[in-house]
């Protein structure tokens, strides 16, 4: 009786434990490079995982501030071992989660020192409530990016740079490649029970967006789900995810991938 009452309380336990969130999907990798502000490849039991960063979202790399970010990203974590917090895995097989370094929130830093949104669509959690004020507050100070004026989100960018740029002419890329972020990086208060550091809960999966833009008579070959190279470029002129990947893939000159994750369209189509 005494060895039933102990196995029960070793299983009752091991449960108790499991069911943390805060451990139940964190593991540990080395940043090998840096693809955005918001975008990491790690180094994580021999193979390199995807991690996009949760609940934030970064200029991207065409835009003013989009290499300042991820000189700021690359300053803070690249060649260094991290941990991944995972939320949830995507269709691309990305990893969508917090990630920490010596102890504290990357998403979170990126945010305090200026060169991320808190992408408020997907960011559900309790601390997200928080990034809301960080952000707010380097606004205020006119920190990283916001010390520009007029800085558009990258969803927004995007849209409007596929309907001012005709189909031969490429856009202007502000930003030359020796574009450095703040040297300067601060960092959020030290971690306390109840801050940003904890997770609580997977985030509800994003609803995923049915408007369709018009298109042309030339994008679809009749007959089947194959497309054909037609000049068209951005993501304001796709159908469809799938659509967009293979204009990706296979086609010149196209403006749709942002921050350089392989995954055109994240805003429009492929979510």
């Given at each position: 009786m005494k060895h039933f009452f102990n196995a029960q309380s070793a299983a009752a336990l091991l449960i108790a434990v499991l069911s943390i969130p805060s451990?139940?999907?964190?593991?540990?990798g080395k940043v090998v490079s840096?693809?955005?502000g918001d975008t990491l490849k790690v180094l994580h039991d021999g193979r390199e995982e995807t991690i996009r960063l949760y609940g934030i979202d970064t200029p991207d790399n065409g835009q003013s501030a989009g290499l300042k970010a991820k000189d700021l990203t690359s300053s803070l974590v690249a060649g260094r071992?991290?941990?991944v917090e995972s939320?949830?895995?995507d269709r691309y097989g990305r990893t969508i989660g917090l990630v920490r370094v010596d102890g504290v929130v990357l998403n979170e830093m990126i945010v305090r020192n200026g060169y991320a949104w808190v992408f408020h669509q997907y960011c559900d959690e309790k601390f997200c409530s928080d990034w809301v004020k960080t952000e707010g507050e380097a606004r205020r100070q006119k920190k990283g990016m916001w010390s520009e004026d007029n800085i558009v989100p990258p969803w927004e960018w995007r849209e409007q740079d596929s309907g001012k740029m005709s189909e031969d002419k490429s856009p202007e890329i502000t930003?030359?490649?020796n574009a450095t972020a703040e040297t300067s990086v601060e960092l959020p208060p030290a971690a306390t029970e109840g801050n940003s550091s904890a997770v609580q809960s997977r985030?509800?999966?994003?609803?995923?967006?049915?408007t369709f833009h018009d298109v042309s008579r030339n994008e679809v070959l009749?007959?089947?789900s194959r497309f054909r190279c037609d000049g068209r470029t951005y993501c304001s002129q796709m159908t469809s995810c799938e659509e967009a990947t293979f204009f990706l893939k296979n086609c010149p000159g196209t403006k749709m991938d942002g921050n350089n994750d392989g995954v055109p369209c994240e805003r429009q189509w492929c979510r």
């Open positions: 451990l139940s999907f964190a593991w540990s840096v693809s955005g071992n991290i941990e939320k949830e895995v930003p030359g490649p985030p509800a999966a994003p609803e995923r967006k049915t009749k007959g089947g």
